[in-house]
T-cell receptor, first 112, second 113 residues
Framework: SQQGEEDPQALSIQEGENATMNCSYK?????LQWYRQNSGRGLVHLIL?????REKHSGRLRVTLDTSKKSSSLLITASRAADTASYFC????????????FGGGTRVLVKP | KAGVTQTPRYLIKTRGQQVTLSCSPI?????VSWYQQTPGQGLQFLFE???????NKGNFPGRFSGRQFSNSRSEMNVSTLELGDSALYLC????????????FGQGTRLTVV
């Protein structure tokens, strides 16, 4: 079963705009990771945020984590056509080692 | 540094056959996990290995099995294939079992006909 839900399921934006997607989860977590997937290929690791962190940046990516609301958001600033992909959040719990539980993903289309 | 390597990339098998997929983790990584991705169920955890021991197992039938070798390479096996086993199988490698980023391979696309 999926740990959480991602919102929206799909997003269409113009190049240069910002894209924001959200991930909610159900149980307490240890870490939350965001991944990108292009057309059914492998998952590319974007960023990991730990449960005691509130915000992290990596290049054009900004991730926030609100453990009280059990939610996270991924912001991609100044989007490019190459950002077109599906984005997934994945959580893990201390008791479950490296077992990741994924959300359903957000499909992002960046139009040139 | 080489990434996670999965072989083969594509595979077509017939119902009832068995299949073995291979995963070579990033050099130095000792934890390997396997996931199944389908359009209907999304990404689901199969199992995790660390130091040749299975640490975690997902909710899949016994037809799905795996193992890890002393060099951390891992294989997963699916016996008596069913049409519903058609999926993208992804392998992830991590440095250690906890608090570690997981890096994925390109996956093996299995089609069962």
């Amino acid at each position: 079963s999926q740990q959480g839900e991602e919102d929206p399921q799909a997003l269409s934006i113009q190049e240069g705009e910002n894209a924001t997607m959200n991930c909610s989860y159900k149980t307490s977590i240890n870490n939350l990771q965001w991944y990108r997937q292009n057309s059914g290929r492998g998952l590319v690791h974007l960023i990991l945020i730990r449960s005691n962190e509130r915000e992290k940046h990596s290049g054009r990516l900004r991730v926030t984590l609100d453990t009280s609301k059990k939610s996270s958001s991924l912001l991609i600033t100044a989007s490019r056509a190459a950002d077109t992909a599906s984005y997934f959040c994945a959580t893990d719990k201390k008791a479950a080692g490296n077992k990741l539980t994924f959300g359903g993903g957000t499909r992002v289309l960046v139009k040139p | 540094k080489a990434g996670v390597t999965q072989t083969p990339r594509y595979l077509i098998k017939t119902r009832g056959q068995q299949v073995t997929l291979s995963c070579s983790p990033i050099s130095g990584h000792r934890s390997v996990s396997w996931y199944q991705q389908t359009p209907g169920q999304g990404l689901q955890f199969l199992f995790e290995y660390f130091s040749e021991t299975q640490r975690n197992k997902g909710n899949f039938p016994g037809r799905f099995s795996g193992r890890q070798f002393s060099n951390s390479r891992s294989e997963m096996n699916v016996s008596t294939l069913e049409l519903g086993d058609s999926a993208l199988y992804l392998c992830a490698s991590s440095l250690a079992p906890l608090d570690a980023e997981a890096f994925f391979g390109q996956g093996t696309r299995l089609t069962v006909v």
